[in-house]
């Protein structure tokens, strides 16, 4: 079994990162350093899917397309884009500070999937987290731009659920019907909602902050610390904490670019469940802090900050989407001044 990241429990390794905490917070300078030459946005991949009977979800009926379906996965088709392709397929501008529901035209708080008019149905990117191969894909380039490739701090936010205790997490289990019932409706109703919750869980990140726990009846109260995936001794650790005040506390653990330039990374993760796809670190960094990438837990895409060199590399990698950004632009849902808010955002 490969040797597990270590866990730091000197938080102090983080000090280096509180001038963030004096600048405007949900700004890009609250979330990565200033002072760095060159700055990058790294898009977080959309998934999408259509049928594979039609090839497009125009005129289509999702009850009626999988009624008497047996394997409803085989019957989608589906995949990985860009937020350029997104943007081509609404007709909206791609660019720097573009926000995902202006490229699709959704509202503030409209959160859901949306078909374009390609017929494909695009889901909304992930949030707090990068998708794991652009992940390795990125990290493979810091460490190239660092003298301590093998040396750094992974800092992974506390509030994810079943991290330091059991509160939220919760296991579903539905029980398809006898295989013989001549109820052919509701054999494939269950297979239905089992496929469309397995996909809602790969595409989505469910995140319970502890102000809310108590009042979430599947929850224990105040669960034990190390209840969770973590041990009782991290669970109940030192903890670093930016932003006093906003829920941004992390733990933080021993890890360099080259650990996560292995794509099989997260089995030696304390922080991602058997089985689940990983969930990325909030922060990372060198020990000679040569660059720096974060992860804002209600962000979908990811900052990195450091040399001209590592953002061009970073721009010109195969399967990353990437863009140089002004550390002074705004990321806030409303920062996306070149494509329109929707109607429902403006009223």
């Known amino acids: 079994m490969p040797e597990q990241l270590m866990w730091e429990p000197d ?4 000090e280096w990162l509180r001038p ?4 405007p917070f949900a700004s890009i300078l609250s979330v990565v350093p200033r002072g760095f030459e060159a700055y990058a946005r790294i898009f977080h991949t959309v998934e999408r899917d259509r049928p594979r009977a039609t090839g497009t979800w125009h005129g289509v009926e999702e009850e009626s397309l ?4 047996t ?4 019957a989608l088709e589906t995949g990985r884009t860009t937020w350029a392709e997104v943007a081509a397929a609404f007709g909206t501008t791609m660019h720097s500070e573009a926000q995902y529901a202006r490229l699709v035209g959704l509202g503030r708080w409209e959160e859901s999937q949306t078909v374009a008019p390609d017929g494909w149905r695009y889901d909304m990117p992930p949030e707090g987290s990068c998708d794991p191969d652009s992940f390795t894909a990125a990290a493979r380039v810091l460490a190239r731009h660092t003298t301590t490739p093998s040396a750094g701090v992974a800092a992974v936010w506390e509030g994810w659920g079943g991290l330091m205790s059991s509160a939220g997490y919760a296991t579903y289990t539905a029980e398809i019907p006898d295989p013989t019932t001549d109820d052919r409706g509701l054999r494939s109703a269950v297979r239905a909602a089992g496929t469309r919750l397995r996909a809602t869980l790969r595409r989505a990140l469910t995140r319970v902050r502890w102000a809310t726990t108590d009042r979430i009846a599947l929850f224990h109260r105040d669960p034990e610390p190390g209840t969770g995936l973590l041990s009782h001794e991290i669970a109940s650790g030192p903890t670093f904490d930016l932003h006093g005040g906003t829920g941004r506390t992390y733990v933080l653990f021993q890890a360099g670019a080259d ?3 292995d794509p099989a990374w997260g089995d030696r993760a304390p922080w991602v469940r058997p089985g689940w796809s990983p969930q990325t670190p909030s922060m990372v960094w060198p020990e000679d802090h040569a660059w720096f990438l974060a992860t804002e837990i209600d962000w979908d895409s990811t900052l990195v900050a450091g040399s001209a060199e590592l953002v061009r590399e970073l721009v010109e990698t195969p399967g990353l989407e990437v863009l140089a950004i ?4 705004r990321l806030t849902s409303d920062g996306d001044t070149i494509n329109p808010a929707p109607e ?4």
Request: aromatic share 8%; net charge negative; proline share 4%.
């Open 11 to 14: 938080v102090s390794r983080g």
């Open 344 to 347: 429902t955002e403006t009223a």
């Open 71 to 74: 394997d409803i996965e085989a």
């Open 326 to 329: 002004d550390p002074d632009a």
């Open 66 to 69: 999988f009624a008497g379906v």
């Open 20 to 23: 963030m905490e004096s600048e």
């Open 259 to 261: 650990d996560f330039a």
